[in-house]
T-cell receptor
């Protein structure tokens, strides 16, 4: 059984550019959630995808968008990058939308916007 | 903000001692979860306690939940240097699919 895999692990982008982060969910998991964690803070919910449909969104602007594929892997896209977008982006997968056993998180993608 | 809070923000203890971290939250929950994070990497799920449970054990971990006070505590007994990490509580519920995390407690266990 594989865990959650995120790529790339680190990324440096320039303000105004666009970025795509990728997540492969744990085998058998059909739900993927994305979180943003700024330095020294707890993770904040961006959105969740369940069976290829968005299933809830946090307080993030529309330039944060996502996608889930038929194999349940997912992408997070951020357009018009701002300096404040620098953070660790975490992907979490689960078998259902609100699991009673917790989520499985990936190791994250560290995004730096300069 | 719905964000909960952990207390203390930082904790430094000697190996073998017990570590207690507290968490307060603001809204109704289905369950409360605790996660560990090493050096800004991914989160590892430690334990989940449901809103109708008061105490739960897993190995050296003990979690309590007081829904009347909207608070939870995580106790790590006989701590080890490898327990050095940040610990986060996360509330789940209120009809929402998201986890709401606190800011975390940074635990340092000195050998």
């Amino acid at each position: 059984e594989t865990g959650v895999t995120q790529s790339p692990t680190h990324l440096i982008k320039t303000r105004g550019q666009q970025v795509t982060l990728r997540c492969s969910s744990q085998s058998g998991h059909n739900t993927v959630s994305w979180y943003q964690q700024a330095l020294g803070q707890g993770p904040q919910f961006i959105f969740q995808y369940y069976r290829e449909e968005e299933n809830g969104r946090g307080n993030f602007p529309p330039r944060f968008s996502g996608l889930q594929f038929p194999n349940y892997s997912s992408e997070l896209n951020v357009n018009a990058l701002e300096l404040d977008d620098s953070a660790l982006y975490l992907c979490a997968s689960s078998l259902v939308r609100q699991p009673s056993y917790g989520y499985t998180f990936g190791s994250g993608t560290r995004l730096t916007v300069v | 903000s719905q964000q909960g809070e952990e207390d203390p923000q930082a904790l430094s203890i000697q190996e073998g001692e017990n570590a207690t971290m507290n968490c307060s939250y603001k809204t109704s929950i289905n369950n409360l979860q605790w996660y560990r994070q090493n050096s800004g990497r991914g989160l590892v799920h430690l334990i989940l306690i449901r809103s109708n449970e008061r105490e739960k054990h897993s190995g050296r971990l003990r979690v309590t939940l007081d829904t009347s006070k909207k608070s939870s505590s995580l106790l790590i007994t006989a701590s080890r240097a490898a327990d050095t990490a940040s610990y986060f509580c996360a509330q789940s519920g209120g009809g929402s699919e998201k986890l709401v995390f606190g800011k975390g407690t940074k635990l340092t266990v000195n050998p």
